[in-house]
């Protein structure tokens, strides 16, 4: 046997983890702070770790914290580098964002980001925090994050059933075991409860709620044991990729996984069902596996049937399966647990027998024993009821329901009658070389005879082969011929050696042929998986990728398979041709719930179809129906797995295709986009300079000698406005079309906010006479970095909507005041207000209040100044009007930013 020192490490899982550590290199590490609830102290933990960071000389960057009010936490943010974060228009509110862009760019080696599990407000770039942190560690910045046990994604629902309260912000499992390192911040839940009435985790008035509620000692017991089973999980994975990397084969006792060995008796399910439950007081994983010998391999047809409906009952009851071959049952088993690293084996005993059956059983466990020492080997007994079953395996006869006859009974006893056919004929192509060989010769042949006998035939055979080949030698060839009598003792040796060397070359045989079944059925599933991938690398189309799925699984697993595709609303299509037997009714709740249904699962299993979601990493994209020859093989481990595959490689192919339409969509988009801007400022360039000579004729008409009739002066005003008109509108597609092509560069400069709302007033006080104008401006505002002339832009633009959509002698106001880090500027009336629902709407191009009015524009105003304000780094959006009366309301903010500081002038 060879020695843990002598296993060489699989290539393919070194190569695996080689190019893992590649990946990672290039990526920041992220550190995560983790607790069983708010107040044990994560943030406190987060911050002191990078103070001391700081106070080695490196740089540390404040992303996001959330103090909650806790002034030892706040203390701790002081003499750190803060991000200024970024404000976000929501729902008449301006939030407080993570500013990414400016995180990116400014490429810290670390930064803290508080509450991975967080919800970024609408208009963010990512709908979750833990988004924009994957973001940062791609950048290969490091990040250090907090996050409570009740927000991992696979324990929320645990969570919310041992407090009673659902927390909706989550995040993925994937997140939390990819982290580089996990840091468990621990404290007891009766120093929880102190703190929390001493005000140290909320203020006194919400901490009594609290308390109330969540914050109960049974909540935050149950909290605390998930929080550290979890971290130990956690580092039992750690564990394991530290054993892979350094090929140790040992078994290190660090978890309490089990692995159940089924085998072929009746006492398996029994075994099964002690294990699942010694599993679960134990709390810990556990792998139920079969061993698959030559011998085994010929067991009845009723009996493998039953391994696997154990092997399905072992998988229902929360088991990792799977099925092993070898020759050597005790050595199987322990390659597996050193590949895992099991510590503890759970085995059957079965029913006690002086002779050969109780043996063999201890064998095994002694077998077992002496590969691996270091195993700890827990025996299950042997339950009254599989005992009777196996006494009536025992002594059911032939031909009765213990052992029904199989179809492949009539050619296994065809292969012994050619087996003594052969044997024969080998004594009959002997006889004419009687007078020419000597009888050793004459005894390879049957030997030969034997081996052939075997490779074809299989040990039963063979056996039978031996026998008679011995029978025909001697009878034929030993003297005294035609008779069995032997005159010579030593032909006795002579036929014990024949007898003993094709029964071991009958058996070895037989072995190989049974290996080389098996690998043919690996290299077969192998090669039907290289073929599935291959084909569907080069599909781009949803109908190619159905018809190859059905092409390659009818071909790999003989089974007729049809993929069914949903609509926009998520209902899945029926199949083009009509599928007997196919229920869409089933098929629809497996899609809805991403559960599989039908054969050889607990849902209708009496159904005729397997019905299996197509999940890709986004979302479920289609439904997989199968239809199987035969029902056993979909209860085959390694069939499920392979089809788990073949699914998981459509499902990822249909979103691949999937998002190459989108791409294509937002190609054709920002083509036909680049083509109206280019068309837009070539229509305004050619129109410019004939308008401006409009302008001009039309002015000088006025003002010509002898001086116009009064209705051709109005005729010519009214044309030198509507050309003023028409040039204001050539003006606006011409910098709309500047502004998105991005050829606006900003003259950004340090100036007061008053000084621009006053320029844009003197600008517009031709359209304010019939109206009523109020500024409202914060005292003292700081200094501003902006483009003024664009600023003045969108003051103006405003001011004119106000006038046109407003009746005369309304009030339009303007105000300014600080909002955080950013400048909030207004622009309200007391008119009709805006048309309910279409808020957003009014921004787009060419759109505009009212879809029919009299009043002139084409609606690119309000586009033009929130493209402005985007690209000074604010936000714009509209609103109900304060005033009492209604009215519109547009809404714009601008960043603070540190003006220079101003140089001391000496008097």
């Known amino acids: 046997m060879a020695t843990n020192s002598e296993q060489r490490p699989d290539p393919d899982v070194l190569l695996a983890h080689v190019q893992e550590q590649e990946r990672r290199a290039t990526r920041g590490k992220l550190r995560i702070y983790f607790g069983a609830s708010a107040g044990v102290g994560k943030t406190y933990a987060m911050l002191t770790a990078a103070r001391k960071l700081v106070a080695e000389g490196q740089q540390v960057l404040v992303g996001v914290i959330e103090t909650h009010g806790r002034d030892e936490t706040a203390a701790l943010v002081d003499g750190l580098e803060v991000l200024p974060p970024r404000a976000i228009a929501y729902r008449d509110k301006t939030l407080s964002e993570f500013d990414i862009d400016s995180a990116l760019e400014r490429h810290p080696p670390l930064i803290l980001m508080d509450e991975l599990a967080h919800s970024n407000a609408a208009g963010s770039r990512h709908p979750k925090r833990w988004q924009d942190v994957d973001e940062l560690l791609s950048a290969g910045i490091d990040v250090y994050t907090t996050v409570n046990v009740q927000h991992l994604e696979s324990l929320n629902d645990v969570v919310g059933g041992i407090t009673g309260i659902r927390v909706n912000e989550t995040l993925p499992d994937k997140v939390f075991d990819e982290a580089d390192e996990v840091v468990l911040v621990d404290i007891p839940a009766d120093e929880l ?39 130990a999980d956690r580092v039992e994975d750690d564990v394991q990729a530290y054993r892979i990397e350094k090929s ?24 099964v069902r002690s294990a699942a439950r010694l599993a679960s007081q134990m709390n810990a994983e556990w792998h139920a596996v079969y061993v698959e010998t030559p011998q085994l391999q010929r067991l009845p047809s009723a009996q493998r049937e039953r391994i696997l409906k154990t092997l399905k009952l072992a998988q229902d009851l929360g088991a990792t399966t799977a099925v092993l071959t070898g020759k050597d049952i005790a050595l199987a088993i322990v390659d597996y647990a050193h590949s895992h690293n099991f510590s503890r084996i759970v085995l059957g005993r079965s029913k006690a027998s002086k002779w050969r059956f109780a043996w063999r059983q201890t064998t095994h466990l002694h077998d077992i024993a002496a590969y691996a020492p270091d195993l700890d080997l827990i025996e299950v007994g042997q339950s009254r009821t599989s005992a009777t079953d196996n006494d009536h395996e025992k002594n059911a006869a032939p031909g009765s329901a213990s052992e029904l006859p199989s179809p492949r009974v009539p050619a296994r006893h065809w292969r012994y ?26 005894a390879m042949l049957f030997l030969l005879t034997v081996v052939l006998v075997a490779v074809k035939f299989g040990r039963g055979p063979s056996v ?57 059925h690996r290299e077969s599933r192998a090669r039907a998986l290289y073929e599935f991938a291959r084909d569907l690398s080069g599909v781009l189309l949803a109908e190619q990728i159905s018809e190859t799925t059905q092409l390659i699984i009818q071909r790999a697993f003989r089974a007729q398979a049809t993929l069914l595709l949903p609509d926009d609303s998520g209902r899945l299509l029926p199949p083009a041709t009509a599928v007997s037997g196919l229920d869409m009714g089933i098929a629809q709740w497996a899609f809805d719930k991403v559960e599989a249904a039908g054969i050889g699962t607990d849902t209708l299993p009496a159904s005729n179809f397997f019905y299996l979601p197509l999940v890709a990493p986004m979302r479920t994209r289609g439904l997989l129906a199968i239809q199987p020859e035969s029902k056993r093989w979909i209860m085959i481990p ?14 990822i192919a249909l979103e691949r295709v999937h998002y190459i339409e989108v791409a294509q969509d937002a ?51 009214a044309l030198r406005d509507e050309t003023l008109r028409l040039s204001a509108l050539v003006t606006n597609l011409l910098d709309m079309a500047r502004i998105e092509s991005g050829e606006v560069k900003l003259n950004l400069q340090w100036q007061t906010f008053e000084e621009v709302v006053g320029t844009s007033l003197r600008i517009c006080s031709a359209q304010l006479q019939t109206h009523k104008v109020e500024t409202r401006l914060e005292a003292a505002l700081p200094l501003i970095s902006f483009d003024a002339v664009l600023i003045e832009r969108v003051l103006c633009n405003l001011l004119e909507n106000a006038c046109k959509y407003t009746p005369e002698n309304s009030l339009i106001t303007i105000s300014a005041e600080l909002n955080g880090s950013m400048l909030e500027a207004k622009v309200y009336d007391n008119g009709p207000g805006l048309p309910a629902g279409r808020e957003e709407a009014i921004f787009e191009k060419f759109t505009r209040g009212e879809r029919e009015s009299a009043l002139p524009g084409v609606g690119l105003g309000l586009a033009i100044c929130r493209a402005i304000i985007t690209a000074h780094k604010g936000s714009m959006h509209a609103a109900q009007s304060p005033n009492v009366g ?22």
């Open 886 to 907: 209604g009215g519109a309301c547009f809404i714009f903010t601008l960043p603070l930013g540190t003006p220079p500081a101003m140089p001391d002038l000496e008097e």
């Open 193 to 231: 409860l102190a703190r929390l009435k001493s005000g140290r985790v909320y203020k006194l008035q919400q901490a009594e709620r609290a308390a109330k509620n969540f914050f109960r000692k049974g909540n935050l017991i149950a909290l605390r044991e998930l929080a550290l089973r979890r971290t």
């Open 464 to 520: 039978l082969s031996t026998i008679v080949g011995i029978a025909v030698f001697d009878f034929f060839f030993v003297p005294p011929r035609f008779s069995f009598a032997v005159s010579d003792l030593q032909y006795l040796m002579t036929f014990a050696v024949m007898l003993l060397v094709g029964l071991i070359t009958g058996h070895l045989t037989a072995d190989l042929r049974y290996q080389a079944r098996v690998a043919s």
């Open 667 to 717: 190609l054709i988009h920002m083509e036909s986009e680049r083509l109206r801007n280019s068309l837009l400022a070539a229509l305004s360039h050619d129109l410019r300079t004939p308008l401006t000579s409009l302008v001009g004729i039309s002015e000088s008409l006025a003002m010509s000698k002898p001086t116009l009739a009064d209705a051709q002066l109005h005729m010519a005003r």
């Open 248 to 271: 140790i084969g040992t078994i290190w006792k660090t978890d309490a996984a089990l692995l159940a060995c089924i085998g072929p008796h009746g006492d398996a399910d029994h075994l």
């Open 417 to 442: 009658v050619y087996a003594v056919l052969a044997s024969v004929a080998t004594g009959l192509i002997a006889t004419p070389l009687f007078e020419v060989f000597n009888l050793v010769n004459i």
């Open 638 to 651: 390694e069939q499920r797995q392979q089809l788990d595959t073949f699914a998981a490689l459509a499902a």
